[in-house]
């Protein structure tokens, strides 16, 4: 018998679903509610507790509303299959550190019982078209697959490649093109017959593919696409067609001349397909290009800004445009590039865009050449999840603006801009930019030439950070001749390789035989490593002790090449980097080494073993950064045989 009537039934269903919803946004919102000063209320973030047993719709919900951080603070588990969706929206988001992608991929595997291939191109059809980042992150998951799983998995691919969602099948071609399945990529016909949906596809996987495979530019799977690149630059109504395949000429290993014809042709283009052009002819090295070349493409650019409105001068189209005339300005006669470039400064400020290189701790351009007293902007683009600035200083001052710079701190000297010192030799700074954060400083170059370098100054991230304005007389002169400057640190490395585990580990165990330990740590502070992590009682303690790293991982040396390849992978818990944020609006960054509920303190720098006290009344937010303080790329500078050097010095400590 029903006690309540209808109304009071209906009544108790909405208090229901009320409390469903209020639970859910505190769980989402992790709100444990203190009163801060001036009686400010402030929030500590708790882990989330959900309710999985719950109708589908109820736990998506409750999944939906929590931040990527307090997503990954819910508990897992990989036996239960309850835990599904859980995984699979872990899977669905952007910022999430490579360990739990991985994790939730695994647990997948389990729980669903198939095979690693099919749960990356399930997740990729779950996801909506417009997710960007989130595609670009679960295709390069499925492209760094072992080529023993991928084999496994090459009927799910075939038919993915065949999907009526369009990101599914180019992830799946661009596997296949990795695994030099071109014929199962392209599909049955012949390559003239292709029509203009799957010739898109096809030519939209190529960039993913050869950024994953390095190799393939040594392998007959790129000769085998140049034909259709060519087809798709030359389709006369497609537009998204001619774009993409100026995106594939920016990656692809055609020969130069072919190259630089194809996408000269098409910077006469449509908008979309000329921006394709332009930064596809920004990534290739135009030293080889002739002036009989360059001199109409740079005449159409030059001519082209002469006839763009004030206004949009100021546009990243325009920019980059200028920059790649810059570029090739410098492979014409010396009366060429003289009318050229008076051209140019009647309708540009000399331009140069320098962007940070994500989980590198890098800015990606070493140096750059300007005229003395002519004006200069540089614009910062911030690609990673630290925050990081540029300051140029006077030649020779690199190491004392870094110091000066860590003096100054996040506050500043008398309000000046974060870890920016007061001093003579500082010419300009930006102001710390955060994640996705552009800034720009406008200025006269100096008019004494020299090599005067640029930092980024936050605390431990000089080392590798920075770069060189060389300022020259004549700047025609040195674009056709251009002389890199001295390293400012002295150092006399360059590239290498771009490193990865697989690369070494079949050698490993045989390349670390007969090292010598005194060669290893040698290079093991070359490498700046006892910087942050101690050895023998020596180095910094911002990162754990390397002593017994080998022991850590049961002597496995290939675990231990993955801790130092990527970093970021997996982060041990108390060397975790937390972001704090006062309400003051200052910006912390470092690693919480004490927590109680009057204040926690912050180990900022290994330059800087005294922690910084923040209270907790000044918080406004704190969350972990989801990035190890170790860069990647690291040992890209150093050969096969140095970093097996280094890995044997580890060994040998640990007593293995």
């Not at 911030?382 to 690199?398: A, F, K, S, W, Y």
Request: hydrophobic share 40%; net charge negative.
């Amino acid at each position: 018998m029903n006690l309540f009537s209808p109304v009071q039934t209906m009544a108790r269903r909405l208090a229901v679903s009320f409390s469903l919803i209020i639970a859910s946004c505190s769980l989402a919102n992790g709100q444990e509610h203190i009163w801060g000063k001036f009686g400010t209320p402030r929030t500590r973030q708790t882990p989330p507790q959900l309710f999985l047993d719950r109708p589908e719709s109820v736990v998506r919900f409750q999944l939906q509303r929590l931040s990527d951080e307090r997503l990954l603070m819910a508990t897992r588990n990989a036996s239960d299959a309850k835990f599904v969706p859980l995984y699979r929206e872990i899977l669905s988001r952007v910022n999430v550190p490579p360990d739990p992608r991985r994790e939730a991929v695994d647990a997948l595997v389990r729980l669903s019982g198939t095979d690693r291939v099919r749960v990356l191109l399930e997740a990729l059809g779950r996801l909506n078209p417009q997710a960007d980042d989130a595609i670009d992150s679960l295709t390069r998951l499925l492209l760094d697959t072992s080529p023993a799983v991928l084999d496994q998995g090459h009927a799910s691919l075939v038919a993915a490649a065949n999907e009526r969602n369009a990101h599914v099948r180019r992830a799946a071609m661009a596997t296949l093109l990795v695994m030099n399945k071109v014929p199962d990529a392209i599909g049955d016909g012949p390559v003239e017959s292709l029509k203009a949906a799957r010739l898109a596809d096809i030519v939209a996987a190529i960039p993913p593919a050869m950024a994953a495979d390095a190799a393939m530019t040594q392998s007959s799977t790129w000769e085998a696409l140049v034909p259709l690149v060519r087809q798709a630059a030359a389709n006369p109504t497609n537009e998204e067609l001619r774009a993409l395949a100026a995106e594939a000429y920016g990656v692809i290993p055609v020969a130069a001349p072919e190259r630089f014809e194809m996408l000269a042709k098409l910077l006469r283009d449509k908008p979309a397909v000329r921006q394709a052009a332009t930064d596809a002819m920004l990534r290739r090295d135009l030293s080889d290009v002739s002036a009989e070349r360059a001199g109409p493409v740079v005449q159409r650019i030059v001519s082209a800004a002469e006839r763009t409105k004030k206004k949009d001068r100021t546009r990243d189209s325009f920019l980059k445009s200028m920059q790649l005339a810059e570029r090739l300005i410098g492979r014409l006669p010396a009366d060429q590039s003289k009318a050229f470039r008076a051209r140019m400064r009647n309708v540009w400020v000399r331009m140069v865009r320098i962007a940070t290189v994500e989980e590198e701790m890098r800015y990606d351009t070493e140096y750059f050449a300007v005229e003395a007293g002519r004006p200069v902007q540089i614009v910062l683009v911030n690609h990673d999840v630290m925050p990081h600035n540029l300051v140029v200083g006077r030649p020779g001052t690199l190491r004392d603006l870094a110091t000066e710079g860590l003096a100054a701190g996040p506050t500043g000297i008398d309000g000046g801009l974060p870890y920016v010192p007061e001093s003579d030799d500082v010419l300009v700074a930006t102001p710390m930019v955060g994640a996705d954060g552009t800034a720009r400083i406008t200025f006269d170059a100096p008019t004494q030439p020299g090599e005067y370098p640029y930092v980024c100054t936050f605390p431990q991230h000089w080392y590798r950070m920075y770069g060189v304005m060389v300022v020259v007389e004549d700047l025609d002169a040195f674009q056709r001749n251009p002389t890199p400057p001295s390293n400012p640190l002295g150092s006399n490395r360059t590239f290498v390789a771009d490193w990865q585990v697989d690369d070494l580990a079949t050698e490993l165990e045989n390349g670390m035989q007969a090292r010598s330990v005194e060669i290893g740590k040698k290079l093991f502070v070359e490498a700046s490593c006892q910087s942050c992590h101690q050895m023998n009682a020596e180095g910094g303690k911002i990162g754990p002790s390397l002593d017994e790293v080998f022991t850590r991982h049961q002597g496995d040396a290939v675990a231990v090449l993955r801790e130092i390849l990527e970093p970021s992978a997996k982060i041990d818990s108390k060397y975790k980097m937390h972001k704090v944020l006062t309400f003051d609006g200052v910006t912390f960054t470092g690693i919480k080494i004490k927590e109680d509920e009057h204040s926690i303190e912050l180990l900022q720098s290994a330059e800087d073993p005294k922690p910084i006290e923040i209270l907790q009344d000044d918080i406004d937010l704190m969350v972990p950064s989801t990035v190890s303080l170790m860069p990647k790329a690291l040992l890209n500078q150093y050969s096969k045989d140095e970093i097996f050097e280094m890995m044997a010095y580890l060994r040998d400590a640990a007593g293995e």
